[in-house]
């Protein structure tokens, strides 16, 4: 059985930074690419950042320059690092498994807030 476990979030100032973290098990990690979405209130889901199976990142404009996606293999656990947080990037963010079923973590609140 698939899990996707995710931890990291938080309330942070503005500028702050966090880093989100997504521990899988049940499935062969390395080979699958890993996505980051995030959904505010009253919005719709978006996506934030991709990363491949070999490591090649893709990024939302709204975040490029200032989030950055990793994964360790070896741990099988992707990352996303927040940097220079603003108050518009509050919301809960998700973690996505793109296996040939799609596999969410349960999400994580971020709260970017003086």
């Known amino acids: 059985q698939v899990q996707l476990v995710e931890s990291g979030g938080g309330l942070v100032q503005p500028g702050g930074s966090l880093r989100l973290s997504c521990a899988a098990s049940g499935t062969i990690f390395s080979i699958y690419t890993m996505a980051w979405y995030r959904q505010a209130p009253g919005k719709e889901r978006e996506l934030v950042a991709v990363i491949t199976s070999i490591g090649t990142t893709t990024y939302a404009d709204s975040v490029k320059g200032r989030f950055s996606c990793s994964r360790d293999n070896a741990k099988n656990t992707a990352y996303l690092q927040m940097n220079r947080l603003k108050p518009e990037d509050t919301a809960v963010y998700y973690c996505?498994?793109?296996?040939?079923?799609?596999?969410w973590g349960q999400g994580t609140q971020v709260t970017v807030s003086s």
């Open positions: 996505n498994l793109r296996s040939p079923t799609n596999y």
